[in-house]
């Protein structure tokens, strides 16, 4: 079993930055990736980015690529998700999740993954 806890959302003005952290506890090494997703109100889940625990470059989709960054701790067990020049529509819950076992393609749909933290909620006003 992994256990992710969440925390770092809140409320921010459009332009600002937030941090958000996943601690990951458990059998953490069973855990090939670490995958960020986020649903916004009437929305589906929506895949931010993935970043493995031993190998690789983080992965992220094109509506985040180069305002979000991922980065991962090892010693910590703790995977980040840096969020700069923020905008109304990147409102959403986010939730960061853990996917069991070796994938030769970076996994982007939330099926494939096995373990989810509880969702923190990002706010960005205008």
């Known amino acids: 079993q992994v256990q992710l806890v969440e925390s770092g959302g809140g409320l921010v003005q459009a332009g600002g930055s937030l941090r958000l952290s996943c601690a990951a506890s458990?059998?953490?090494?069973?855990?090939?990736?670490m995958g960020w997703f986020r649903q916004a109100p009437g929305k589906e889940r929506e895949f931010v980015g993935a970043?493995?625990?031993?190998?690789?470059?983080?992965f992220y989709a094109d509506s985040v690529k180069g305002r979000f960054t991922i980065s991962r701790d090892n010693a910590k067990n703790t995977v980040y998700l840096e969020m700069n020049s923020l905008k109304p529509e990147d409102t959403a819950v986010y939730y960061c999740?853990?996917?069991?076992?070796?994938?030769?393609?970076?996994?982007?749909?939330?099926?494939?993954?096995?373990?989810w933290g509880q969702g923190t909620q990002v706010t960005v006003s205008s």
């Open positions: 999740a853990a996917k069991i076992g070796f994938s030769t393609l970076v996994p982007t749909t939330s099926a494939t993954y096995n373990y």
């Open positions: 970043i493995s625990w031993s190998g690789g470059n983080p």
């Open positions: 458990g059998r953490t090494r069973s855990s090939y990736a």
